[in-house]
């Protein structure tokens, strides 16, 4: 009986040994694959990181950009500087903008101009430097172009007209508004040889300058 027992003894070492080999493999292997799904999630998340960080931002839609028209009225430099809205199929002048009453010229911030010299608006000599731009729509008569020294907020308390001073005008003249067929959308500022216009909806209005030479 005890070569039996030996050789019993020995077939259950044999079994033990090779169990605890597939129990030691299958361990192994099973922590491998979890730290190849965990290295493929992280690569995952960092690519949907980077993916999110390289994709552009939707650029905000602004009801009433900010441009500036530049040119020049002989040697003078030209700056307006306004903010366009467009026409979105409402009645402008008489609507929008009432008759009768001082108009920033554009939307929110007040709009300015800036002469890079001396310049000659009607009989008034306008130095060389920056100004509010203000209008006056009128229903039946010529309309008012303004210059006048406000134009900044910080520093003249100016956000569109509503502290518009006339007390502060440099300059007042009348101009005729030329009436067209065509829509104008929003509203455009053009400096030309021999002055600067604005243009919305169906009406243009040509402030004349000219550049003063000594």
Request: glycine share 10%; aromatic share 8%.
């Amino acid at each position: 009986m005890l070569p039996n027992y030996y050789k019993t003894k020995q077939v259950m070492i044999r079994k033990f040994t090779v169990n605890h080999v597939w129990l030691v493999l299958s361990t192994l292997l099973l922590i491998a694959a979890c730290g190849k799904a965990g290295e493929s999630g992280v690569e995952e998340q960092n690519q949907t990181e980077e993916t999110s960080a390289s994709e552009p931002e939707e650029p905000t839609q602004i009801a009433s950009p900010r441009k500036q028209a530049e040119g020049q009225i002989g040697n003078v430099s030209v700056v307006v500087d306004y903010g366009s809205p467009a026409v979105k199929g409402r009645e402008v002048w008489g609507g929008l903008e009432p008759y009768g009453k001082v108009w920033r010229a554009g939307a929110n911030e007040t709009t300015s101009i800036e002469f890079g010299g001396d310049v000659m608006i009607g009989d008034t000599k306008v130095a060389k430097g920056k100004y509010g731009f203000y209008l006056i729509p009128n229903e039946s008569s010529d309309w008012v172009a303004i210059i006048n020294t406000d134009w900044n907020r910080e520093e003249h308390g100016a956000w569109g007209a509503y502290n518009y001073t006339q007390d502060h005008d440099v300059v007042r003249v009348e101009i005729a508004p030329e009436l067209g067929e065509a829509v104008q959308e929003r509203l455009e500022c053009v400096v030309e040889s021999d002055g600067f216009s604005l243009s919305w909806e169906k009406v243009k209005i040509k402030v004349p300058v000219t550049e003063v030479v000594e």
